[in-house]
Antibody
Framework: EVQLVESGGGLVKPGGSLRLSCVAS????????MNWVRQAPGKRPEWVAS????????FYADSVKGRFTISRDNAKNSLYLQMNSLRVEDTAVYYC????????WGQGTLVAVSS | EIVMTQSPATLSVSPGERATLSCRAS??????LAWYQQRPGQAPRLLIY???NRHTGVPVRFSGSGFGTDFTLTISSLQSEDFAVYYC?????????FGQGTKLEIK
């Protein structure tokens, strides 16, 4: 069974940093592209970043480019999102999701940015 | 950026009836379109990918069609668990983009 478990969310002040993690199981992690998607309360999901299997290609939404960094450790079956210079508008539930078609999602971790 | 537009915003249908949801892309995405279902408090769940392919475990009452810019999700006979919000998403180009959603409610 494919499982994705996110962690690392919390309450942070504007300008602060957080590092999200996603641990994968039930599939060959190193063979799957991975993604972060976020969803603010009452809004549609918003794609944040994607990374290919060997980290050779990385893509970011304009809204996070230069502030967020996606990475992965295939030996640990883990995906990460380093979030710096956080803004109030980054408040959302952050999900990791597998593959270009987002076929499996984690349960999400809440990031709240507020003073 | 490819803009995805869903219609209607809200659809009221009785259980057992058919529901038809639409999604339009601002430019051609060939068949690189997915549909997701989201129930309250849950993560989105993939239903359809490649415009018309059912994901593993998705009931056969869900079907997708379309190519290019116009797409449809059809639920043939609504069950109580189908009342939720549905999103389309294109994965043809960067950035990936979602529609604003269609809320399917009980009539």
């Amino acid at each position: 069974e494919v499982q994705l478990v996110e962690s690392g969310g919390g309450l942070v002040k504007p300008g602060g940093s957080l590092r999200l993690s996603c641990v994968a199981s039930g599939f060959i992690f190193s063979s799957s592209g991975m993604n972060w998607v976020r969803q603010a309360p009452g809004k549609r999901p918003e794609w944040v970043a994607s990374i290919t299997t060997s980290s050779n290609n990385i893509f970011y939404a304009d809204s996070v480019k230069g502030r967020f960094t996606i990475s992965r450790d295939n030996a640990k079956n883990s995906l990460y999102l380093q979030m710096n210079s956080l803004r109030v508008e980054d408040t959302a539930v952050y999900y990791c999701a597998r593959d270009r078609k987002l076929d499996y999602w984690g349960q999400g971790t809440l990031v709240a940015v507020s003073s | 950026e490819i803009v995805m537009t869903q219609s209607p915003a809200t659809l009221s249908v009785s259980p057992g009836e058919r529901a038809t949801l639409s999604c339009r892309a601002s430019q051609s995405i060939t068949s690189n379109l997915a549909w997701y279902q989201q129930r309250p408090g849950q993560a989105p769940r993939l239903l359809i990918y490649g415009a018309s392919n059912r994901h593993t475990g998705v009931p056969v009452r869900f079907s997708g069609s379309g190519f290019g810019t116009d797409f449809t999700l059809t639920i043939s006979s609504l069950q109580s668990e189908d009342f939720a919000v549905y999103y389309c998403q294109q994965y043809n180009d960067w950035p990936r983009t979602f529609g604003q959603g269609t809320k399917l409610e009980i009539k």
